[in-house]
């Protein structure tokens, strides 16, 4: 992938399959992200974090069914670093503690991992579990830990199926917006 224009053929092509055992397909879940993080106001960088937060699934080859075969797919982990052939910290970094944002939640709010689907549980068990206070106390130090807790919360709701959303082709002049300076 070399432009902008094949990120988001990307998205349009392979988002349309199953989001791992969630009832949305991945384009679904990304504008529907996307969608909560307009409404709230987000700034226009957590805005296209929300919608290409989990691009990683779609670039691995592990399958959809990772996590039920036991495998961590760090999908944060190389959706953060393809994306920042385009984005600057402000999308990326969001994007990649996105995952820390649950183990985070977990330990900061008593009901939070009430709320998680079972998907997410199961993953959050391959991704580490739940931080220690340690582990918690560091990550929310981190500069832009609070716009991941802010994806990962949109995360965790952006999976309504027949949910109605702007087209992926609303968000592309925000995407363009917020590129990286070459």
């Keep these: 992938m070399q432009t902008l224009d094949d990120l988001f053929a990307l998205l349009e092509r392979a988002g349309g399959e199953q989001y791992g055992q969630e009832a949305v397909t991945q384009l679904a879940h990304a504008l529907q992200c996307a969608q909560l993080a307009e409404q709230e106001g987000a700034a226009p960088a957590t805005v296209v974090?929300?919608?290409l937060h989990d691009i990683g699934h779609l670039i691995h080859e592990f399958g959809d069914d990772a996590a039920l075969r036991g495998i961590?797919?760090?999908?944060?982990?190389?959706?953060?670093?393809?994306?920042?052939?385009?984005?600057?910290?402000?999308?990326?970094?969001?994007?990649r503690l996105h995952v820390d944002a649950k183990r985070w939640l977990c330990r900061a709010e008593e009901k939070y991992f009430s709320i998680l689907s079972p998907a997410s549980v199961r993953s959050l068990e391959l991704q580490g579990g739940v931080f220690d206070e340690a582990g918690a106390d560091a990550f929310i130090a981190q500069p832009h830990a609070q716009a991941a807790v802010a994806v990962r919360r949109?995360?965790?709701?952006?999976?309504?199926?027949?949910?109605?959303?702007?087209?992926?082709?609303?968000?592309?002049?925000?995407?363009?917006?917020?590129?990286?300076?070459?």
């Design 154 to 182: 949109w995360d965790d709701i952006g999976k309504i199926p027949g949910l109605a959303t702007p087209p992926l082709a609303h968000y592309r002049p925000l995407a363009e917006a917020v590129l990286r300076a070459a």
């Design 72 to 95: 961590d797919d760090r999908h944060e982990v190389s959706g953060a670093s393809l994306l920042g052939r385009w984005f600057g910290a402000d999308v990326t970094e969001p994007i």
């Design 49 to 51: 974090a929300a919608l």
